[in-house]
Each structure stands twice: as structure tokens, then as C-alpha cells.
């Protein structure tokens, strides 16, 4: 994939919805910059519980807090104890690409791959664990990502950067459930509460959507 100014309108498929980063966040066209219901109860929540722990690790590895924040609600809700079983789970031991514990919902299996080491669920049901192993698989997800939101989404849920033309799927980026566009729908929305929260909060975010925002030189 080309590499793309995000502050630009962009899409990586071109029957999808178009969309760019701004001050607030993801704008999308004809949409605007989108947010969730109401107070953004979820997003504070995640970030008073955790908040110290997102900013270790997206410290150590130059990754934008607030998409990891996004992430965590999407997956979980911010729920450190969520247990996610996929079809055809046997076992830990037997299935780990089968099981997704803790806040982030990574599987067992490609937190391991992530990480390089061995864990289970005991281990990524700590909360700073799993933040951990989600962070270190989105940041190996950056090069087909570039921090794109939208992107970020789809990657984390499907495993990668691809097409679906299903009628309720704007973004037309493969996500679950196939055919919607629910995921990155939600994640936009929490990312964009994650910016203002982070942005207002006395716990300032280590790296940051505005280091993301700067970083894009325009020519």
C-alpha cells in the first residue's frame, strides 16, 4: 500500500468511504469526526484504570496511546477479565488460536508470536499483560498500517489490510462481522473520545495522536 498523507482525504480501497485525521480525530466524509453516545464513560474509565500502564508500554515502543485506548474498548470494554472462545475451541493448551483473554482479546497464540515468549490466559488476564501483548502486535502491524485508525481496526480484528464490498461496510475493510462496518465504526468513535479524553486528562498520554498529526509533513 502507497504511503499516505493521514491528514489527507484517503481510502485504501476505492468503493470505501473516504476519510482524514484532524485535531479531534478521525473526520470521515460526509460524516464528520464521529463520537460515542453521551459522556465518554468507556474511554475515561480505561484510561483512569490503565492509563499508566498504556503509557509504559506505548512509551517503549513509540506507539499512539489513544489507539491502544480505542482498541481496549472496542475489544473488551475495558473489561481486564473478557474471555473471547471462537469456534472450535477444544482447550488452552489444544486451541490457543481458538482463545482471546484479557483487555485487549489478543489470542493466545499471536501473543506469543508477538511477544516471543510463552504465556496463557492466566498471564494476559492481567491487565498490564495484555496490554503489553496487544501493543506489541499492533506495533508489528504498523508498516501495513501507518497508524491509520480505520486501519488499526481492521488489522487488529482480521489480521490484515483487505477488501469486503458488503452494502453496510463503508469503510470496505474486511472485519467482523463480515459485511459490516461495525467494528471500525466503533473504533472510530472510541478513538475519537480517546483524543479529546487523553487530550484534557492530568495523566497525559506519552506519545500520542498529536505526535501522530505532527509527524505528517505535508510536501
Given at each position: 500500500m502507497a504511503a499516505t498523507n493521514l491528514l489527507d482525504w484517503h481510502r485504501p480501497f476505492a468503493d470505501g468511504v473516504r476519510w482524514r485525521l484532524t485535531?479531534?480525530?478521525?473526520?470521515?466524509?460526509?460524516?464528520?469526526?464521529?463520537?460515542?453516545?453521551?459522556?465518554?464513560?468507556t474511554v475515561t474509565r480505561v484510561w483512569r484504570l490503565f492509563g499508566a500502564a498504556i503509557n509504559q508500554t506505548t512509551r517503549r515502543r513509540r506507539f499512539p496511546a489513544e489507539l491502544v485506548v480505542a482498541t481496549i474498548c472496542t475489544e473488551s470494554g475495558g473489561r481486564a477479565d473478557a474471555v473471547r472462545l471462537e469456534p472450535g475451541y477444544v482447550s488452552d493448551e489444544q486451541t490457543p488460536h481458538k482463545v482471546s483473554p484479557g483487555l485487549m482479546q489478543t489470542l493466545i497464540s499471536t501473543a506469543r508470536e508477538a511477544l516471543q515468549m510463552t504465556v496463557d490466559r492466566a498471564w494476559l488476564l492481567d491487565g498490564a499483560h495484555s496490554i503489553e501483548a496487544g501493543c506489541a502486535y499492533l506495533a508489528r502491524q504498523s508498516a501495513k498500517t501507518s497508524y491509520d485508525?480505520?486501519?488499526?481496526?481492521?488489522?487488529?480484528?482480521?489480521?490484515?489490510?483487505?477488501h469486503q464490498t458488503g452494502s453496510q461496510n463503508r469503510w470496505k475493510l474486511r472485519q467482523f462481522p463480515i459485511g459490516t462496518g461495525e467494528h471500525c465504526d466503533r473504533f472510530a468513535r472510541f478513538y475519537n473520545d480517546a483524543v479529546v479524553v487523553l487530550g484534557s486528562s492530568p495523566m497525559r498520554p506519552t506519545m500520542s495522536h498529536q505526535d501522530l498529526l505532527r509527524e505528517q509533513v505535508r510536501p
Amino acid at each position: 500500500m502507497a504511503a499516505t498523507n493521514l491528514l489527507d482525504w484517503h481510502r485504501p480501497f476505492a468503493d470505501g468511504v473516504r476519510w482524514r485525521l484532524t485535531d479531534l480525530g478521525v473526520e470521515v466524509e460526509g460524516a464528520g469526526v464521529e463520537r460515542t453516545k453521551g459522556e465518554p464513560a468507556t474511554v475515561t474509565r480505561v484510561w483512569r484504570l490503565f492509563g499508566a500502564a498504556i503509557n509504559q508500554t506505548t512509551r517503549r515502543r513509540r506507539f499512539p496511546a489513544e489507539l491502544v485506548v480505542a482498541t481496549i474498548c472496542t475489544e473488551s470494554g475495558g473489561r481486564a477479565d473478557a474471555v473471547r472462545l471462537e469456534p472450535g475451541y477444544v482447550s488452552d493448551e489444544q486451541t490457543p488460536h481458538k482463545v482471546s483473554p484479557g483487555l485487549m482479546q489478543t489470542l493466545i497464540s499471536t501473543a506469543r508470536e508477538a511477544l516471543q515468549m510463552t504465556v496463557d490466559r492466566a498471564w494476559l488476564l492481567d491487565g498490564a499483560h495484555s496490554i503489553e501483548a496487544g501493543c506489541a502486535y499492533l506495533a508489528r502491524q504498523s508498516a501495513k498500517t501507518s497508524y491509520d485508525p480505520p486501519l488499526v481496526a481492521a488489522a487488529y480484528n482480521s489480521g490484515g489490510i483487505h477488501h469486503q464490498t458488503g452494502s453496510q461496510n463503508r469503510w470496505k475493510l474486511r472485519q467482523f462481522p463480515i459485511g459490516t462496518g461495525e467494528h471500525c465504526d466503533r473504533f472510530a468513535r472510541f478513538y475519537n473520545d480517546a483524543v479529546v479524553v487523553l487530550g484534557s486528562s492530568p495523566m497525559r498520554p506519552t506519545m500520542s495522536h498529536q505526535d501522530l498529526l505532527r509527524e505528517q509533513v505535508r510536501p
